[in-house]
């Protein structure tokens, strides 16, 4: 069966400060990964997709980046954190496009 | 672009019937899915609908009228356990990627 993996779980990181999330798919061969953002009690937003190793899609311009260096890997990163980068964020596989299936979150707070 | 439209908030009692509006305006269209979060978890998937009619799993359906721009989710026999927000999103023209509404928050009391 497919599992997801994100690290850390929760985050407190200060303004100005690097950031490296990591996410990892296991069970399935080249899927589909997702990075979402969600505010608290708001709906969520694409960040990146990747379709295949190498492969982003920026939805949003932001000082976030990421990166897949290995077919089920994702990163997301940022070289200096803001105030507003505070949310929770999701990783999310699928293979059909129609159905998504997500990690469990990192909920990251900038001071 | 896509835009969808739900409900912010609806609330109802243990047993009841539910259902959960969402329109949609899309230059293409792939399906409409339905997605399930608890406060502080991930979202789960619920359903999706890529034809017209109704789609049963369970205590759950979910609806979809194409010429309509219009889908529905219909919770049946609801628990305290249902409590929770629910999205509907709809795949983009071209590209594997949803566009999500902005979640329908469903309170179930006893």
């Known amino acids: 069966s497919q599992t997801i993996h994100q690290w850390p779980a929760t985050l407190v990181q200060p303004v100005g400060s690097p950031l490296s999330l990591e996410c990892t798919v296991e069970?399935?061969?080249?899927?589909?990964l997702y990075w979402y953002r969600q505010a608290a009690g708001r709906g969520l937003q694409l960040l990146f997709y990747?379709?295949?190793?190498?492969?982003i899609s920026s939805e949003v311009p932001q000082n976030l980046s990421a990166s897949r260096p290995q077919d089920r890997q994702f990163i997301l990163s940022s070289k200096k954190l803001l105030l507003s980068d505070s949310g929770f964020y999701l990783c999310?596989?699928?293979?059909?496009?129609?159905?998504?299936?997500f990690g469990p979150g990192t909920r990251l707070t900038v001071l | 672009g896509q835009s969808l439209e739900q409900p912010s908030e609806v609330t109802a009692v243990e047993g009841a019937i539910v259902q959960i509006n969402c329109t949609y305006q899309?230059?293409?269209?792939?399906?409409l899915s339905w997605y399930q979060q608890h406060d502080g978890g991930a979202p789960t998937f619920l359903s999706y609908?890529?034809?017209?009619g109704l789609e049963e799993t369970g205590r759950f359906s979910s609806f979809l009228s194409r010429s309509d721009s219009y889908g529905y989710l219909l919770l049946q026999e609801l628990q305290m356990k249902d409590s929770a927000s629910y999205f509907c999103?709809?795949?983009?023209?071209?590209?594997?990627?949803?566009?999500f509404g902005t979640g329908t928050r469903l309170l179930v009391s006893p």
């Open positions: 999310a596989w699928s293979t059909s496009g129609n159905e998504q299936f």
């Open positions: 609908n890529a034809l017209d």
């Open positions: 999103a709809v795949r983009d023209t071209g590209f594997q990627k949803l566009v």
């Open positions: 899309t230059s293409g269209f792939y399906g």
């Open positions: 990747s379709v295949g190793i190498g492969q």
């Open positions: 069970g399935t061969s080249n899927p589909n």
